[in-house]
């Protein structure tokens, strides 16, 4: 998706996932997302079931966003236990670029997501959130990198889980600070709730 200089994307653009197959199936999907100079997007990923087969789903994102851009996504996954699925989005900002992140996770088997960030210019800001809802003996794994390579940018990690009954949640956050990132501000948070003493 090319989003060209100074454009602003009034409405989200959704994208939904159904897997649907009469046999177990993997599904891979690449997204490459281009914000130009002082353009604004929003997306939405949706990813459901349909049939009760057995899923590997992997999705790769990858975002440039330029100097005064603004992005916002949203992950959000909804399918059943026998569903694998595998995200990785890489993100690059430039200068007083501006990247909310979040990921959703409703019901599921197992669940990796990987986010990995970089700051490539000065006074840009990110916001990484995430929600996991799990029960039974549903996994999800949340892991954060962010880099921050020049000065004067600020991150924000928030990630929440609720857990009950043999559910199984992890969470990873890494930041790197260079040597010549002065004035970095970077928040992290990790909170969760257990409801039953094996989770």
Known sequence: ?????????????????????????????????????????????CDHTFD?????ATQVIEAFVGDNARLDLYCMEETHEKNVRVSSVYIEQQSSSRVN??????????????????????GAECNLSGC?????KQHVDNNTVIDHAVPNCHSNELYKYVLDDEAVGAFAGRVFVSAQ???????????????SPNA
């Open 52 to 56: 009760d087969q057995r899923f590997l």
């Open 181 to 195: 990132a002065q004035k970095t501000d970077a928040q992290q948070s990790n909170r969760n709730l257990l409801l």
């Open 132 to 136: 996991v809802i799990a029960d039974k």
């Open 1 to 45: 998706v090319y989003v060209p200089r100074g454009v602003k994307v009034e409405q989200t653009i959704q994208v939904i996932n159904i897997l649907h197959a009469q046999v177990d199936l993997m599904v891979n999907r690449r997204v490459l997302i281009i914000v130009e100079p002082q353009a604004e997007a929003k997306f939405l990923f």
């Open 101 to 122: 992140h979040n990921v959703i996770t409703l019901h599921n088997g197992v669940t990796r997501n990987d986010v990995s960030l970089t700051f490539c210019g000065e």
